[in-house]
């Protein structure tokens, strides 16, 4: 695979419909639209960053091609909708991303970060183990119905 040049910018909001279509795309091979995504990848401006939250943009030439979010959820960090769009699978682009993610959250000082995937999810847990992530209890009234692993890196 040819290597590709990507810069990471951070929310824009003429790239909102990118956010959307991004997660959309991974969490309907995988599972479905939860009404909590709908939601928050709706309006990420009114549930992410007004709320204290960032957002992250992976760009290769023009095209807006993976994103991240990162959510306050009052107590903690949760990074969350992290998606790669497929075409751009297998060349370390979610390995850069979350890299970038983690640094960002390093800068703000916080004390660690959370995260909520699916175990089926191979590849994302392996790279979520890979950068120091390790596993702790879901609560049982967690955000998402699919949610079946929690994972924290302390900084």
């Known amino acids: 695979m040819k290597k590709t040049t990507i810069h990471i910018i951070p929310f824009n909001k003429k790239y909102s419909k990118d956010f959307y279509r991004l997660n959309v795309e991974w969490l309907e091979k995988y599972f479905y639209v939860e009404p909590y995504d709908e939601k928050v ?3 990420p401006k009114e549930y992410i960053i007004d709320n204290g939250g960032f957002i992250f943009f992976v760009k290769s030439n023009d095209k807006i091609i993976g994103t991240a979010a990162i959510i306050n959820q009052g107590t903690f960090f949760e990074l969350s909708k992290m998606a790669i769009s497929p075409d ?59 949610a079946n692993i929690k994972m924290i890196l302390t900084f």
């Open 88 to 146: 751009y699978h297998g060349l370390k682009i979610g390995q850069q991303l979350i890299d970038y993610c983690l640094n960002f959250a390093k800068e703000q000082q916080w004390k660690s970060i959370t995260l909520y995937s699916h175990r089926k999810l191979a590849p994302a847990i392996n790279l979520y183990k890979k950068v120091g992530f390790i596993e702790i209890p879901v609560e049982e009234n967690s955000h998402y119905e699919r």
């Open 41 to 43: 990848l709706s309006n």
